[in-house]
């Protein structure tokens, strides 16, 4: 029937979160972790860390990596490590470790990407563009819950932001994204990667299954991006691209080597293709890597 309260004189019961979660449940370990902290194992659902007014500050549970979610004993080691023993194993719980769990990806897919903006974190997953209140994940220590914007169901690839416009690479197209809203700015399948051509273009050029693609880019419209025209002359899928200081593009492919391109004037045309590959000196064709320092 949850949790009860014993001051020598009479037993009241405890009315919280904590008490609720036991009673629907079933309460069957239990272990004060410090002056303001317990845990609290069950037979149905995994654990649950608990403050002294019954607050609930972590649910762990086989979603979130426990072998199964019957917690049959508690026990705290000298390192402040937590050790739980299962109905079927055993595992621990490094409490002091500064990284966490902030969602299970049987609820929002696997984990690709994510982006910073204003008060929003954004999170890309194989099942479509998250976010959450950036504030409200920080505060707080129980798992994120994430709202999904609709138009960008299905896998996203990248998201990333270009002098303050967030543009998300996903399979079915690309995407402007403000605030809560995918704005599409094309339907060109697969897109991997955007970069603005130097700090002075109005143009972006963006990576795909099928090569390059063109954007222009204007702050004072909405959409901020324009598309213009896919390159002609490069179909390759190359997903990571640099572009250094005299406008080459540098682009990897993963198992062909590296190519550099030159662009003709308005940025339209290919005017130079170089292929690198173990011939000219890299260690191997495949799973090469670029990246400007």
Request: hydrophobic fraction near 35%.
């Amino acid at each position: 029937h949850g949790f009860y309260l014993y001051n020598e004189k009479k037993i009241i019961q405890w009315r919280n979160n904590a008490s609720e979660f036991i009673k629907k449940n079933q309460l069957y370990s239990l272990i004060q972790l410090d002056y303001n902290l317990y845990a609290a194992g069950t037979i149905i659902d995994g654990l649950i860390f608990f403050n002294q007014n019954g607050e609930i500050i972590r649910h762990i549970n086989k979603e979130v990596g426990l072998q199964n979610n019957s917690v049959l004993g508690l026990f705290l080691d000298t390192d402040k490590n937590l050790w739980v023993g299962l109905d079927y194993g055993i595992d621990m719980i490094k409490l002091n470790s500064p990284v966490s769990m902030l969602f299970s990806p049987h609820e929002y897919g696997t984990g690709y990407v994510s982006a910073i903006k204003n008060k929003l974190l954004y999170f890309g997953t194989n099942h479509g563009l998250f976010y959450a209140d950036k504030e409200e994940i920080i505060n707080s220590r129980r798992k994120a819950s994430l709202k999904s914007i609709p138009e960008t169901n299905g896998q996203v690839w990248n998201i990333q932001q270009i002098d303050g416009v967030l543009i998300c690479g996903h399979h079915n197209g690309a995407f402007e994204i403000i605030d809560d809203k995918a704005i599409k700015v094309s339907a060109q399948l697969g897109f991997w990667k955007f970069l603005r051509i130097n700090e002075h273009s109005n143009y972006i050029i963006a990576t795909t299954y099928t090569g390059l693609t063109l954007f222009e880019y204007d702050k004072s419209r909405i959409p901020h991006l324009k598309f213009i025209k896919r390159i002609e002359g490069f179909n390759e899928s190359c997903r990571e691209m640099e572009i250094d200081m005299a406008g080459n593009i540098w682009l990897s492919h993963p198992y062909k080597g590296i190519y550099r391109i030159r662009l003709g004037e308005g940025f339209q045309k290919i005017r130079e293709i170089k292929y690198y590959s173990s011939n000219n000196g890299l260690p191997s064709d495949y799973l090469n890597y670029i990246f400007q320092l």
